[in-house]
């Protein structure tokens, strides 16, 4: 049996293990003193009531007879994809039944769509970037071009000549960096991607972040990305579901390539490799769109917009360029002095026992940024932006 | 953007919805009769009592701070990871706790663990099959080999020199004959795989079903099996997980093909493509795992095989052949008087007013074939049976 070699022009991302390695080594050093980890991408606030019961409730559904659900439809059950329709809806987005697919979180289905698509096609991934895109498409081996995302361009790129890909990776509000294209931006992108008969990948798993109701939280909000864009989102950061696995994508009737519907093309691709989302999950994820989900997860989320807040009024009096921290739950900050990632990264540890992440493991980009992440608890946001700003 | 053209030889299988539709108009033209389901590949039997209660438990920890769960390791909990182990253990398989990795049902992974190999290998799949094997390979542009499953060898082929593959597929008890390999058969496939440098994906989702001691319900029961062997099994039919999503992937670490270790390029693809099963999920199938879950589960699956053996006697009575039956939910009986499998369809639709699945929809040798599943009400069952013999 011959080995998939694409496999082995993989990088190991060794970023978050090493900092936790360092993390451990200084604090067995230093016992005494408190450090405040704000480099975790993950959410810390519980899960909504709303949900909870409603997950409660499908559970007791299962042990009875009548009310048991056993396989249920590939793309999701109905009344799931409705409640998305509806919150689509409400952005004025007109989206049909048919063209949403309940995923279990947006990571999988980022890789999985690529099977839709040839391996001899050319991939524009920004830089930084989350590295999960990069890797689904090198095992495929599948070209990489990059474009820069820098301070020069406040982190969200725009297209020129020489970007021409078939396959575009956008995510906004980004990670790493927390910068959100506007419309006019987005509307770059689109009409760049109906030139260059290219579909654009768009990871919208941020978009709960966005208060601002000039910025586009949905592609789709964007004239004729119906014709060139897929839409991945999840309720991982929006309600928490980082453990609970459930998300949505959007893939539009209009994305007619090579005259064929990629639409019908997943929905079979997902009746041969998909069982879909577990039914007590479906459940939870309908309860987030409720009235009352939608109170008790806006909520949290205005936590943690509260806690990138309290880092982003630090920064700015000492003034430092950053990029998120608005609409995002990531605030992406220039190294002070001059100094690299990793630097600043030793300097924050041993000068203010507080934790972020190196920029430089996002991309050759990310080299001299450091991203802080909102997600944690008030008091530590607090302790750690007067620690920051007595540096 | 260049679609991925394999897609296109993708043959639409219009079985299960055929079926649908001749017992749809069926019944409405004959209103006053009762038509009895034995088509159905799924469970009908609800949750244990105890895997609800886990799931109940599993919510409430979501919904506080000091128990909720972000993201888990992409290969799932170590807690449900031994306890899998245990359950192989009492198989008399020794598995470390890393070559277990846990899935959302076994569909998914039988299609993604071919993102290892290289799309220039051979695959042996045996016919009739579950369509899924093939699906997943022509999309991917893998050029496939067939294996004849007949009356001749009992639905259990063995290799022979024109099966030299790279990849083979095989599945026992299997879906959809109900045939089970015993010790022999097994170890002459790992032997020819070893040969050959093949790889087994084994498929043992029914593995539950198995109640003669003297038949493997593991490929690892059979010597070397860990050289050339992945094992599939998933608690869908174990523990009426269709609509719950939980099974397992076990992956060697013996597993060496061109130098290259199969467990850890594994672990890799997770890292960059899954984010783990539902943490509520995983406790659940936890509890399957538990004293309670074993008890409970196995007088759903003595309720499905007691459904088996009702049918299986009354075919005996008839002397009709057919595989499967005793250590399988599935019955897989010859068509009397030479009928085709659709002929047979419509007879038995329209004289006994009982419905199964066309044998010829699984595959070339299904023709003169027909399923029947044991999924279904006791008294159901009884009836079809008397139906059935009375014709």
Redesign the interface.
Known sequence: ?????N??N?I?NYLFSEVADKVKKYSEKNPDKKVIKLGIG??????C?VV?EE??KA??E????NT?????PEEGYLFLREKVQDYYNKKNVTLSTDEIFIN??A??DI??IL???????YVLIPDPVY??YV??NV?DGRKIKYINATKANDFLPLPARENQA??IYLCSPNNPTGAVYNHKQLQAWVDFALAN???ILFDAAYEAFIGDKNLPSSIFEVENARKCAVEFCSLSKTA?F????CGYTIIPQDLI??S?NLNK?WK??L???????????QR?AGAVFSEDGQKQIQENIQYYKNNAQIISRALDKLNIYYTGGINSPYIWMKCPDGMTSWDFFDYLLQRANVVGTPGSGFGKNGEGFFRLTAFGDRENMIEAAERIAKL
Chains 1, 2 share one sequence.
């Open positions: 049996m011959k080995i998939n070699q496999h082995f993989l190991e993950d959410v810390t606030l519980p899960l009531k909870v997950m409660k559970a007791d299962m042990s009875h007879k048991f659900k056993g396989y249920g279990d979180g990571k999988c890789g999985n099977e839709l698509f040839s391996q001899d096609n590295p999960a890797d689904c095992m078939d396959i008969e290219a579909i928490g980082t453990g609970i696995r390539y090579e064929k093309m079979r691709r009746a041969a490799k998909f069982n879909g989302v577990s039914y007590i999950v939870g």
